[in-house]
T-cell receptor
Framework: KQEVTQIPAALSVPEGENLVLNCSFT??????LQWFRQDPGKGLTSLLLIQSSQREQTSGRLNASLDKSSGRSTLYIAASQPGDSATYLCAGSGGDYKLSFGAGTTVTVRA | SAVISQKPSRDICQRGTSLTIQCQVD?????MFWYRQQPGQSLTLIATANQGSEATYESGFVIDKFPISRPNLTFSTLTVSNMSPEDSSIYLCSVPPGQGSYGYTFGSGTRLTVV
């Protein structure tokens, strides 16, 4: 079973700065690596999905990379905005599609 | 990507009672998952709901406490039985990514408070 770790637990940056969120996992046979956003009291919003054959995915200001050999994924958010303030969750699965979640990184972007 | 309608969105229940949570998907899916998010924590998988067969439970979760139904490929229910305050959590259903989708889809969650 995947063990997923996210560091740091919390991050505060001024508006405009680039964000770098880290995720590590224990099983290099990872099948899917998914980044989510969760706002307080809300459900999960899927951000980027990286499948095992891929190395990165991009959507607008977001870019996520996957390095299976080192057991790491990184989510980059360019030119952060106060609206990016949320908790970001990383989760990995094997071929059974069962997700194991990290504890999340809570991001605060200061105006 | 699939769209999931989950209800109720929240409930306050008396200890010892049961609550059934429903998830309706707008397309047919083979697998559905149920997760729990305890206060201040991340998500933990409860079980996999498979149509036409018994649900598969993760370690620490049992059918008597969390019975699951999956009558067809678009619908599932999770019941939280004989509730105690420790069951106060957010419960979410999810479906895995389909062809060409952007990722996993989650229901909006059911915030359960047991008093």
């Amino acid at each position: 079973k995947q063990e997923v770790t996210q560091i740091p637990a919390a991050l505060s940056v001024p508006e405009g700065e680039n964000l770098v969120l880290n995720c590590s996992f224990t099983d290099s046979a990872i099948y899917n690596l998914q980044w989510f956003r969760q706002d307080p009291g809300k459900g999960l919003t899927s951000l980027l999905l990286i499948q095992s054959s891929q190395r990165e995915q991009t959507s607008g200001r977001l870019n996520a990379s996957l390095d299976k050999s080192s057991g790491r994924s990184t989510l980059y958010i360019a030119a952060s905005q106060p609206g990016d303030s949320a908790t970001y969750l990383c989760a990995g699965s094997g071929g059974d599609y069962k997700l194991s979640f990290g504890a999340g990184t809570t991001v605060t972007v200061r105006a | 990507s699939a769209v999931i309608s989950q209800k109720p969105s929240r409930d306050i229940c008396q200890r010892g009672t049961s609550l059934t949570i429903q998830c309706q998907v707008d397309s047919q899916v083979t697998m559905m998952f149920w997760y729990r998010q305890q206060p201040g924590q991340s998500l933990t998988l409860i079980a996999t709901a498979n149509q036409g067969s018994e649900a598969t439970y993760e370690s620490g979760f049992v059918i008597d406490k969390f019975p699951i139904s999956r009558p067809n490929l678009t619908f599932s229910t999770l019941t939280v039985s004989n509730m105690s305050p420790e069951d106060s959590s957010i419960y979410l259903c999810s479906v895995p990514p389909g062809q060409g989708s952007y990722g996993y889809t989650f229901g909006s969650g059911t915030r359960l408070t047991v008093v």
